[in-house]
Nanobody, 124 residues
Framework: QVQLVESGGGLVQAGGSLRLSCAAS????????MGWFRQAPGKEREFVAS????????YYADSVKGRFTISRDNAQNTVYLQMNSLKPEDTAVYYC?????????????????WGQGTQVTVSS
């Protein structure tokens, strides 16, 4: 069982930056692939980025590639999402997710554990 707690959301102007954190409880954090998803008002939840267990390979949605960076600190049981050059269309609730598999995991239904979400609002 893994519990996930996101933090770091807030209000930022377009062009600004935020760093989201997701703290995981439980053991063997390094064996989990971690993902970030987001859900904007009136829209379905969508994949943002993921980082695999063991090798730490990263994957990004096209809409955030080059602007967002996912990373993990296995010693701190934490995964991060650095968001730069933010746009109003990045406004959403951002969710952290975990699954006990490796590789390229980008679909919502593949993840077993979810955080409660943190709000990111980008003003124009």
């Amino acid at each position: 069982q893994v519990q996930l707690v996101e933090s770091g959301g807030g209000l930022v102007q377009a062009g600004g930056s935020l760093r989201l954190s997701c703290a995981a409880s439980g053991r063997a954090f390094s064996t989990y692939t971690m993902g970030w998803f987001r859900q904007a008002p009136g829209k379905e939840r969508e994949f943002v980025a993921s980082i695999s267990s063991t090798l730490g390979n990263t994957y990004y949605a096209d809409s955030v590639k080059g602007r967002f960076t996912i990373s993990r600190d296995n010693a701190q049981n934490t995964v991060y999402l650095q968001m730069n050059s933010l746009k109003p269309e990045d406004t959403a609730v951002y969710y952290c997710a975990a699954v006990l598999v490796g590789g390229r995991v980008i679909y919502e239904y593949d993840y077993d554990y979810w955080g409660q979400g943190t709000q990111v609002t980008v003003s124009s």
